[in-house]
């Protein structure tokens, strides 16, 4: 670690004592100090980006101006990054700057005011989703049989697509967050920066209970008893499934339902219990709170999505186009 902040301060600031300057701006800073480990993950990758980028362009990063973080963008936007990407990286390198110069150890960031460009493509619909007809589909999709795996997928597809799980949040539990029965069942869910409880439907619930009875306990790791597991052939069971797992799993059932399509993938399974809870109830704040959303404005994308093929909001114009009827000038 000590290496890597030597290659980021100028020379002059590296023979102060800053060697765990990096390690305090990710262990201190990022998220107020209380990151996941993949926040961290992503947060190393952004800065060895930009690291890797000097590098490439001889220069100093400690002695770096807005003129090289511009320059950096452009080459950027020249290979073809989103803008939400180019965000995201410019965000978290003036993150590290700004801690470094909060701690005095340079006058200014030069990443302030270098921003990301604006997306000036045309909005087409953000929000992948199925319909209730593709969900039953998708549902139909996984056996029903009382194979380990088959009982597994089902209540992983379950958890994702009607109670709302993000696939990390798949990945992250475990068997010791479940409390109660398949009747009043709670489970901890350990969510992006903040944990909340989900309340599963019945069929939900038994569909997990199955999969537990049947696939019987498994070694811990460090995060404790994962509640699902990475099964091989035969029913070999190799430890806590990863993102790539889930990936997989997902992808196989929307493949194998006729339902794959470019953009849709297992993120799309949560936006689904999104879309449909908000059909069913017409209540943001339930979407808001089955969700975990911090921000209700994010709950109400649901709405927009549902109600947007409905929309004809220039009819509120009180003037039309009309055929000239035979006779009027």
């Known amino acids: 670690m000590s290496d890597l902040v030597k290659i980021i301060v100028s020379p002059a600031i590296a023979d102060t004592d800053l060697s765990d300057l990096l390690a305090d701006w990710l262990n201190l800073d990022v998220a107020n100090g209380d990151a996941c480990a993949d ?16 590098s490439e362009n001889s220069v100093y990063p400690g002695q770096a101006t807005t003129e090289d973080v511009k320059n950096w963008r452009k080459d950027l936007i020249d290979t073809g990054a989103k803008p939400s990407t180019i965000s995201l990286k410019l965000t978290t390198v003036r993150r590290f700057y700004q801690s470094a110069v909060d701690r005095r150890l ?16 045309a909005k087409k619909e953000q929000i992948k989703h199925l319909s209730a007809g593709e969900a039953e589909l998708l549902f139909r999709a996984v056996p029903s049989g009382g194979g380990v795996k088959a009982l597994r997928d089902r209540a992983m597809v379950g958890l994702m697509a009607l109670e709302g799980l993000r696939r990390v949040e798949i990945v992250r539990a475990c068997v010791s967050d479940i409390e109660g029965n398949a009747q009043e069942m ?49 029913g070999h069971i190799e430890g806590r499934i990863s993102r790539q797992g889930v990936n997989s799993v997902i992808d196989h059932y929307l493949l194998k339902a006729g339902l794959k399509r470019q953009g849709l993938s297992c993120h799309a399974l949560r ?9 069913a109830t017409r209540d943001i704040r339930a979407v808001q709170e089955t969700l975990g959303h911090s921000n ?4 109400a994308g649901y709405a927009h999505i549902i109600e947007r093929g409905q929309a004809r909001y220039t009819r509120q114009i009180p003037v039309g186009l009309r055929k000239e009827r035979e006779g009027e000038l």
């Open 39 to 54: 926040t961290l993950k992503t947060y190393q990758s952004q800065i060895q980006t930009w690291l890797t980028w000097c």
């Open 106 to 121: 340079i006058e200014n960031n030069p990443a302030t005011n270098v921003r990301a460009p604006k997306d000036r493509r």
């Open 186 to 234: 709670r489970l901890l869910i350990h969510g992006k920066g903040k944990e909340r409880y989900v309340y599963p439907r019945e069929d939900t619930a038994a569909a997990l209970t199955d999969y537990l009875i049947t696939r019987g306990s498994v070694v811990e790791d460090e995060q404790g008893d994962p509640l699902f597991v990475q099964i091989r052939k035969g």
């Open 271 to 279: 936006h689904t219990c999104g879309a449909l809870l908000y059909q």
């Open 296 to 299: 209700i404005s994010t709950s």
